[in-house]
């Protein structure tokens, strides 16, 4: 640049050529950064606004436990939801119901690493004989979860029994933090089926799980997480013990009919399972898993997530003070026989 | 500059400073709240395929020759790596990762007859047949059956059908309750026969004695064998005394000095998780070390550079004979 140059006064055109210059790199650099903005920010996605899951406990019911024996999922579910009040008790005709399954592989039902369909169906047709308004089944598996729903039957069975799946996509995901939560801070959990859900609801199997020792009631809540939740495998009990303050359901299905001995969660062979033919219904989550643990012929030390948490306040390790029912499905249709001749 | 500059440009000089300045702490405060969970692995979420998929070359593809007549694919090829492998199988990725797993393939084929049934194979690339043997025999199932018709390393087990051949490890899952039938075991020699792989020869079986031995219970363990992370390349194997079972295990180290210290590393290990020191009286072996762990026995011994031992035995008698016929047979081999 020339010192004339240097000197020359800028004339009005020549400072009006370079403020539009200027205004229009700017304008371009604007219109790119508007097509690149994420208008959701690093939360996958998701609606705005804090996130509960909050209690869904009926208020005034003290807890309740069912252990009934038999091989017949539909019966036993039935039963067990009978013994421990009726569905009447806990399922109201405005209700909208949220059933949580464990779907998280893509494996027959079968292999009974998913909730069963048979369970599934039953549980939604329950709901809708109690009235609710609207009954919904959500997980957000470890598989692909078209294929997970599909291949374990349990898209089938909503189908076939008036439920709505709600399959997990990323603008379903809220980030959530746990109050006092150590792990759960700021974390994608799967919020939107529980909009306007009024009683929650959760089934599961019985299963060995090679990082936590079972996989039952509580591990399932392990489903509502997004994000890389594999980082909570390094810390897994204390993660399960978080989600069982998050989530209160309204009461749990375990369903022991099968119990999965070995090489889970995922199994593979019918000879990872065992005929085990029970069936629990309970209000309290950690007495169901407590329970769970006989069925997996395994200590409760071996399970440090139960206790952990029991000392949580979630519930009791001690089911037994819950004064189960016990029914055994073929001596009461027995005993119903005999009455009748 | 000489120049006196105008009021105009002097404003549009701290606009455009400004604008610059806000976007530095836009830029920063985003970066400051990074969020881990927003960068998850979505590849099942969106269909993405995971970039393990360009890993592996030498795999065998699953397709072609190994679909048995009558079936067809029922979707495209999985490929996991070590980043990826819970995303398909979960909390059991642990074993698989501490055993030198490199990479595995996954496909479903139904039948076209009846499209309900379906079958998944699972090919592990293990990295080298000890790897292998490792997941093969740590998970094989009590009711399993050999199927010397596919392999010397196979297996059925209800509706599925386990196998290895070198680095290789197979698992083929029926969502059938029947037994695995023909179509599932030309599957599995099919695609046993397209693998390159050594067959394993265990040398190690010969270091104890062959009498009652249960050779399905074998288990290969290539680290952390009982819980113990110093106790790598350990092979452990049952024997049958009278209604019970005892495993007997057997590791060779470099030299006399590391399977030494080795027994003596193991036997502390268990004292500080509780056991109690149980010694044995007269049983002929040199250094031998026995701890009460639970009621149960536990014996570990070194022969030259090999470590042997007991595991978890209910039957104390029993126990002390075959550690030593183990000695005798180390002596015997000699």
């Known amino acids: ?341 | 500059m000489n120049r006196n500059r105008s009021r105009a440009e002097t404003i549009s000089g701290i606009v455009i400073l400004c604008v610059l300045f806000c976007l530095g702490v836009w830029i920063f405060t985003r970066a400051k709240h990074y969020n881990e969970s927003a960068w998850f692995g979505r590849a099942h979420q969106t269909g993405e395929t995971s970039a393990a998929a360009e890993i592996a070359p030498d795999a065998v593809e699953l397709a072609g020759e190994i679909i048995p007549e009558g079936y067809a694919a029922m979707g495209d090829e999985e490929v996991f790596d070590s980043e990826t492998l819970s995303d398909k199988i979960n909390g059991k990725a642990d074993l698989y990762l501490e055993s030198g797993f490199a990479s595995m393939r996954a496909r479903r084929f139904f039948d076209k007859n009846n499209p309900e049934t379906w079958f998944e194979v699972y090919l592990y690339n293990m990295g080298e047949p000890r790897n292998a043997l490792t997941v093969f025999s740590l998970q094989r199932r009590k009711e399993g059956r050999d199927a010397p018709e596919i392999g010397a390393w196979a297996y059925t087990a209800g509706n599925a059908i386990f196998f290895m051949k070198g680095p290789w490890y197979v698992e083929i899952v029926s969502s059938s309750e029947d037994e695995a039938g023909a179509s599932l075991i030309r599957c599995a020699q099919s695609l046993l026969s397209s693998l390159e792989g050594e067959e394993l020869v265990f040398e190690e079986l010969n270091l104890l004695p062959k009498d009652n031995m249960l050779h399905s219970s074998l288990k290969y363990f290539s680290s952390n064998g009982f819980g113990f992370h110093r106790l790598d390349r350990i092979l452990a194997v049952n024997y049958q005394a009278g209604e019970r079972e005892i495993m007997a295990f057997v590791s060779v180290r470099d030299n006399p000095e590391e399977a030494a210290e080795l027994a003596n590393a193991y036997y502390k290990f268990l004292l500080e998780l509780g056991a109690e020191s149980a010694p044995l009286q007269d049983t002929g072996i040199p250094g031998i070390l026995s701890a009460d762990v639970l009621g149960d026995l536990e014996i570990i011994f070194n022969h030259d550079r090999m470590l042997y031992g007991i595991h978890a035995a209910t039957d104390r008698s029993a126990a002390v004979n075959l550690a030593i016929r183990m000695l005798n047979h180390a002596n015997t081999e000699r």
């Open chain 1, 1 to 341: 640049m020339s010192k004339e140059t240097h000197d020359k006064a800028m004339s009005r055109r020549e400072f009006m050529e370079r403020i539009i210059k200027a205004g229009i790199t700017i304008a371009a650099a604007g219109a790119l950064g508007l097509q690149i903005h994420d208008p959701h920010g690093p939360y996958a996605g998701g609606a705005s606004g804090p996130a509960r899951l909050g209690n869904y406990k009926v208020r005034g019911l003290d807890e309740r436990m069912a252990i009934i024996h038999g091989s017949d999922r539909r019966q036993a579910l039935r039963r067990a939801v009978k013994a421990i009040g009726g569905i009447e008790s806990f399922i109201k005709p405005s209700d909208r119901v949220l059933i949580k399954v464990n779907a998280a592989f893509a494996l027959p039902a079968i292999l009974n690493a998913n909730a069963h369909p048979d369970v599934v169906s039953e549980m939604i047709r329950l709901c809708h004989e109690a009235g609710a308004k609207d009954v919904r089944v959500t997980d957000n598996p470890i598989n692909d979860p078209a294929s997970c729903f599909q291949l374990s039957g349990i898209k089938d069975a909503v189908e076939k029994s008036g439920g709505r799946l709600y399959m997990p996509r990323e603008s379903y995901f809220r980030p959530l933090t746990l109050p006092g939560g150590s792990l759960i801070r700021d974390w994608p959990v799967l919020y939107e089926p529980f909009e306007d859900v009024t009683k929650l609801i959760g089934i599961s199997p019985v299963k060995d799980h090679h990082r936590s020792g079972a996989s039952m009631s509580l591990k399932n809540w392990y489903g509502l997480l997004g994000g890389r939740r594999n980082i909570f495998h390094q810390d897994i009990h204390t993660i399960i013990m978080e989600l069982a303050m998050l989530a209160r359901p309204t009461f749990v299905i375990l369903d022991g009919t099968m119990t999965m001995m070995t090489n889970g969660p995922t199994g593979g062979s019918l000879a990872d399972l065992k005929q085990t033919d029970v069936m629990i219904a309970s209000t309290d989550p950690v007495a169901a898993d407590a329970f769970g643990a006989t069925l997996l012929e395994r200590p409760l030390t071996s399970l440090p997530f139960i206790a952990k948490a029991a000392e949580a306040g979630v519930g009791t390790l001690d089911y037994e003070s819950l004064r189960p029912e016990r029914v055994s499905l073929e001596d009461e249709h027995n005993s119903t026989q005999e009455q009748g001749a």
